[in-house]
């Protein structure tokens, strides 16, 4: 399965290199101190079975920084917890909120973008979490 | 003792359907096999519709209308990096693992675990349907075979825990008394006929038959499965299974082709796919077969059959070798005035990428190698990157003969950047 992994990392992953030359010459120095290069999807990714990327589309979640188009880090093995941005499954539709769990037991779907109202669900046992947004990518230049 | 457990996904590429459009999972959906001609997959909905597995989707088009039943084209991609999730889930929980197709894996459960195997079996239950969002199914049993009779039987327990263990003598023959001998893995419809015909209707008649006789008549390999039915392990499990040997792209066509131009586009492109898979696996092929054949069941026009078999002075895997010995092999068999229905592409005799033959009469310098092998990674990058058919040689027609009828694709969720499930 090793190789099943290795796909979903790969593409990300550079390859440490040698700084000197094999043929000839005075060995660098420096080559006994390489270290991986920098991976995003180390950094952004800490269950590679279980993470997903989606796109956002409209601005509902404007105001903790997701913007239209942005691609989000869904990590399904992550246990929603409360003030958790998650995606929901909303009528069967999915669709990312900030997840709210009140002391009455009942839960509210909170829009970041105050032209939004609060969904309010008032039985948690009524609602599919379908995973935890852990980073949300927004890029300049595409 | 250590159990063999099955784990199989329910109804696995309407699952994997369902996994970016949630709200499939209370509606019927079948998925159709390449170019959309037949029913392939149906969800535990469309099942009780009476949608048959296998039937061409023209014969069912009706109640799918009728009950609104969702219709996919095969999503292979989807399908593919959803099992390895899959399997990787599966790795966590076991010693030792065989992937037995793209849905299906047996596991070794040891015995040294705190915890019984049938808590163990609904820990990976859970696990995979949170993590990946994919309900399986998962027999336990002392071996193979039993573990199959099991999962068959998980399978059935819609309502319940989808896990079922057998390992309790009575459990068994009770479970074989009501189980068809042809149901029983391994045993085919030929031999599953034969033992009809000699009365053997149940796997619990097989059970109680005579060893001697089952080994007169079912050979070393029947006489494993009878004793598999008797609890010991006779198939062991597989982890890594040989490379394949073939790769094989074949399409039947949507309708008749007679002109040569005509084919040899379909037969590159059939190449380039075929290329494509080899080099993803780390492989090169010795061999290569192109083959061509006119309409079995139309006895109007007449019929014809032709293939040839080249054999690549050292193996490749190089897409401009290929497509070239490809067209060679079909001009040498393409014969005017034939109305043709289906072709393909076999590349045969694979080993691992890298081995060499040299040949005295033909030496490849490295530099000239290390080239090809450049020109192919960039063009697996651009087409996996930005989808198939992105990048193909000029005279394939990718949009028109590879990608003929998918009608009902489903975006590549996991794949394409540009393709992400979107949410609101």
Not at chain 1, 68 to 84: A, C, M, Q, T
Not at chain 2, 206 to 219: C, E, F, K, T
Not at chain 2, 355 to 378: A, G, I, P, T
Request: charged share 25%; proline share 3%; aromatic share 10%.
């Amino acid at each position: 399965m090793n190789k099943n992994e290795g796909d979903f990392k790969e593409s990300l992953t550079p390859v440490p290199y040698l700084l000197s030359r094999i043929s000839a010459g005075f060995p660098s120095p420096a080559d006994d101190y390489i270290e991986n290069n920098l991976s995003l999807s180390e950094l952004l990714i800490r269950n590679h079975l279980s993470t997903f990327l989606m796109k956002t589309s409209g601005d509902s979640m404007m105001d903790v920084g997701i913007n239209d188009g942005d691609i989000l880090v869904v990590d399904r093995s992550i246990e929603p917890k409360n003030r958790d941005i998650v995606i929901a499954i909303l009528e069967g539709n999915l669709t990312v909120k900030r997840l709210l769990f009140k002391t009455n037991g009942s839960v509210v779907l909170k829009s970041e973008n105050t032209a939004y109202k609060d969904i309010k669900i008032p039985e948690s046992a009524d609602l599919e979490i379908w995973g935890v947004v852990t980073s949300a990518i927004h890029q300049f230049i595409k | 003792m250590n159990v063999v457990a099955l784990v199989d996904c329910n109804s696995f590429y309407a699952s994997c359907e369902a996994i970016f459009k949630p709200h499939l999972k209370n509606q019927p959906v079948v998925v159709l096999s390449n170019n959309d001609g037949c029913v392939i997959a149906r969800s535990s909905l469309a099942k009780k519709f009476g949608i048959k597995m296998g039937v061409p989707f023209f014969e069912v088009k009706e109640l799918v209308k009728q009950n609104n039943v969702k219709v996919f084209s095969s999503n292979y991609t989807l399908y593919a990096n959803i099992s390895s999730r899959v399997m990787g889930v599966l790795k966590n929980y076991c010693d030792e693992l065989e992937i037995y197709s793209v849905d299906e894996a047996f596991l070794i459960l040891n015995k040294y675990s705190e915890r019984s195997f049938f808590q163990r079996a609904t820990q990976i239950k859970k696990t995979v349907k949170k993590w990946i969002g994919v309900p399986v199914s998962i027999g336990i049993a002392n071996n193979k075979t039993l573990s199959k009779i099991a999962n068959h039987l998980a399978k059935k327990d819609e309502l319940g825990t989808q896990v079922v263990e057998l390992l309790d003598r009575q459990q068994i023959e009770i479970a074989l008394k009501v189980l068809e001998v042809g149901d029983i893995w391994g045993i085919g419809s030929r031999i599953s006929k034969f033992l009809q015909s000699n009365s053997i209707q149940t796997a619990y008649d097989l059970y109680s038959s005579d060893p001697r006789w089952v080994r007169q008549h079912l050979g070393v390999v029947g006489e494993r499965t009878y004793r598999e039915l008797h609890g010991e392990m006779c198939f062991p499990i597989i982890e890594s299974p040989e490379a394949k040997k073939q790769c094989r792209v074949s399409r039947s066509f949507e309708s008749y082709v007679e002109n040569f131009k005509e084919l040899e586009q379909r037969i590159i492109s059939y190449a380039t796919r075929a290329s494509e898979k080899i080099r993803s696996d780390n492989l090169q092929a010795k061999r290569i077969t192109v083959f061509i054949r006119s309409n079995k069941f139309n006895q109007k026009n007449q019929s014809y059959y032709g293939d040839k078999t080249y054999s690549f002075i050292s193996p490749t895997n190089d897409l401009f070798e290929i497509v070239r010995l490809a067209v060679e092999a079909l001009s040498s068999i393409y014969k005017p005035g034939i109305k043709y229905k289906k072709a393909g592409v076999l590349l045969s005799d694979l080993s691992s990428e890298g081995v060499y033959n040299r040949d005295l009469f033909f030496q490849r310098s490295e530099k000239d190698l290390l080239k090809k092998m450049k020109v192919n990674r960039v063009f697996d990058r651009l087409n996996s990157r930005y989808g198939s058919g992105t990048i193909c040689i000029a005279k394939e027609n990718y949009e028109k003969f590879y990608l003929t009828r998918r009608k009902n694709l489903s975006p590549a969720y996991t794949s394409n950047f540009y393709d992400l499930p979107v949410v609101n």
